[in-house]
T-cell receptor, first 110, second 115 residues
Framework: AQSVTQLDSQVPVFEEAPVELRCNYS??????LFWYVQYPNQGLQLLLKYLSGSTLVKGINGFEAEFNKSQTSFHLRKPSVHISDTAEYFC????????FGTGTRLQVFP | GAGVSQSPSNKVTEKGKDVELRCDPI?????LYWYRQSLGQGLEFLIY????????KSGLPSDRFSAERTGGSVSTLTIQRTQQEDSAVYLC?????????????FGPGTRLTVL
């Protein structure tokens, strides 16, 4: 069975600083990987996904993630965060249901 | 068109009572999913429907939980004899077909509080 580990439960960062939210997965088969975001008092929405092809995936709001098969990682990055990026971020690998990570709360301070 | 809707948005009930949570998926979406989001515990898969059938019920935490889907559209999640540990936000999502090839669109959730 596949599982995912989000190594940081909370990431505080100042506005305009870069950020990386870490996600490691375990799988013995080919993977599809997703990042979802949940803004305060809103539902989850897709940030980006990796299905195949280029290992660098670009998503909405300036986020990107890199699929690294050798390190079984799919870390999410943004070079300069904004206050509005404050949210909960979930990593989720493949299959016909999403096995979500425990989430990383990104808190952006002015 | 309209997104996934869920009702009620909030439900407060007493321990031992039954509750029904409703999900209206996006029109034309054949796949429907229920998840539970508990405080400090992330998201937990409950059940998945393809059309009206549920090929995967593995996430239902106990036999007090059941779900059905009629007409390939609306789904109802029923919790019988609610317990305090059932308190959580219950999320519904739908997709055109089975994920992972298709993005799941989530509803706003139903916040269930069991007193």
């Amino acid at each position: 069975a596949q599982s995912v580990t989000q190594l940081d439960s909370q990431v505080p960062v100042f506005e305009e600083a870069p950020v990386e939210l870490r996600c490691n997965y375990s799988s013995s088969v080919s993977v599809y990987l997703f990042w979802y975001v949940q803004y305060p008092n809103q539902g989850l929405q897709l940030l980006l996904k990796y299905l195949s092809g280029s290992t660098l995936v670009k998503g909405i709001n300036g986020f990107e993630a890199e699929f690294n098969k050798s390190q079984t990682s799919f870390h999410l990055r943004k070079p300069s965060v904004h206050i509005s990026d404050t949210a909960e971020y979930f990593c989720a690998p493949d299959t016909d249901k999403l096995i979500f990570g425990t989430g990383t709360r990104l808190q952006v301070f002015p | 068109g309209a997104g996934v809707s869920q009702s009620p948005s909030n439900k407060v009930t007493e321990k031992g009572k039954d509750v029904e949570l409703r999900c209206d998926p996006i029109s034309g979406h054949t796949a429907l999913y229920w998840y539970r989001q508990s405080l400090g515990q992330g998201l937990e898969f409950l059940i998945y429907f393809q059309g009206n059938s549920a090929p995967d019920k593995s996430g239902l935490p106990s036999d007090r939980f059941s779900a059905e889907r009629t007409g390939g559209s609306v789904s109802t999640l029923t919790i019988q004899r609610t317990q305090q540990e059932d308190s959580a936000v219950y999320l519904c999502a739908s997709s055109l077909e089975r994920a992972p090839y298709n993005e799941q669109f989530f509803g706003p959730g139903t916040r269930l509080t069991v007193l």
